[in-house]
């Protein structure tokens, strides 16, 4: 039956083959919507990862700029580090005390220095000579008159060193880094965050 039905298909023209008769054969489905062609042909959906991974695509050279200019920054940081300092002669006009233990000066110039209990035992007149960087203004050294000096350890170039450190090494590689979308672009934004953090040091000796 089915060989007799075959050659009486390619025995007529073109024109006179019934579509039904070339329509793709499919299982009988109990839905009366089911289209197995149609499911088939449906485009994929891409998965949340897929989406992100996407986006980051797009927006991959903004992070390695973010990272080529968070590089520069950190590059001052080293400078203003390294750099011989500026001298200042100031007068402690008063004292604050934290809830960390430790003493805030309040200086004639303005501006305020936090210090350590034992370094603050160190100084032995109100007259001192603040060393500080000379780009970004941070105190380093603090001289009295009787020549005893003291570090400020509650600054950037202090216990916050590590914060210009991590700055310089992620930004780095973020910078040298060629291949990777996804971690490209994680290292231009966590360069970002990291160079606010360390604004946010630069400020520190004064709360």
């Given at each position: 039956?089915?060989?007799?039905?075959?050659?009486?298909?390619?025995?007529?023209?073109?024109?006179?083959?019934?579509?039904h008769e070339l329509a793709p054969v499919?299982?009988?489905?109990?839905?009366?919507?089911?289209?197995?062609w149609v499911a088939a042909a449906a485009p994929k959906r891409p998965t949340p990862y897929e989406e992100i991974l996407a986006m980051m695509a797009r927006h991959v050279k903004y992070a390695v700029i973010a990272s080529r200019i968070v590089f520069i920054f950190s590059l001052v940081i080293v400078l203003d580090f390294t750099l011989p300092k500026t001298h200042h002669e100031v007068k402690i006009i008063g004292y604050d005390r934290s809830a960390a233990g430790t003493y805030q000066m309040k200086l004639n110039d303005?501006?305020?220095?936090?210090?350590?209990k034992k370094g603050m035992k160190k100084l032995k007149t109100k007259e001192l000579t603040v060393s500080r960087t000379?780009?970004?203004?941070?105190?380093y050294r603090i001289t009295d008159k009787e020549?005893?000096?003291?570090?400020?350890?509650?600054?950037?170039?202090?216990?916050?060193?590590?914060?210009?450190?991590?700055?310089?090494l992620t930004s780095l590689v973020g910078v040298l880094r060629r291949k990777g979308v996804e971690l490209r672009f994680n290292l231009g934004v966590a360069s970002g965050v990291l160079a606010l953090l360390n604004i946010a040091f630069m400020n520190v000796h004064k709360f």
């Amino acid at each position: 039956m089915t060989n007799e039905s075959t050659e009486e298909t390619s025995s007529l023209l073109p024109a006179e083959i019934n579509s039904h008769e070339l329509a793709p054969v499919h299982f009988y489905h109990r839905d009366p919507a089911y289209r197995p062609w149609v499911a088939a042909a449906a485009p994929k959906r891409p998965t949340p990862y897929e989406e992100i991974l996407a986006m980051m695509a797009r927006h991959v050279k903004y992070a390695v700029i973010a990272s080529r200019i968070v590089f520069i920054f950190s590059l001052v940081i080293v400078l203003d580090f390294t750099l011989p300092k500026t001298h200042h002669e100031v007068k402690i006009i008063g004292y604050d005390r934290s809830a960390a233990g430790t003493y805030q000066m309040k200086l004639n110039d303005g501006s305020a220095i936090n210090i350590s209990k034992k370094g603050m035992k160190k100084l032995k007149t109100k007259e001192l000579t603040v060393s500080r960087t000379r780009f970004f203004y941070v105190p380093y050294r603090i001289t009295d008159k009787e020549n005893n000096s003291v570090g400020v350890e509650v600054s950037i170039y202090g216990n916050f060193i590590f914060g210009p450190i991590v700055l310089l090494l992620t930004s780095l590689v973020g910078v040298l880094r060629r291949k990777g979308v996804e971690l490209r672009f994680n290292l231009g934004v966590a360069s970002g965050v990291l160079a606010l953090l360390n604004i946010a040091f630069m400020n520190v000796h004064k709360f």
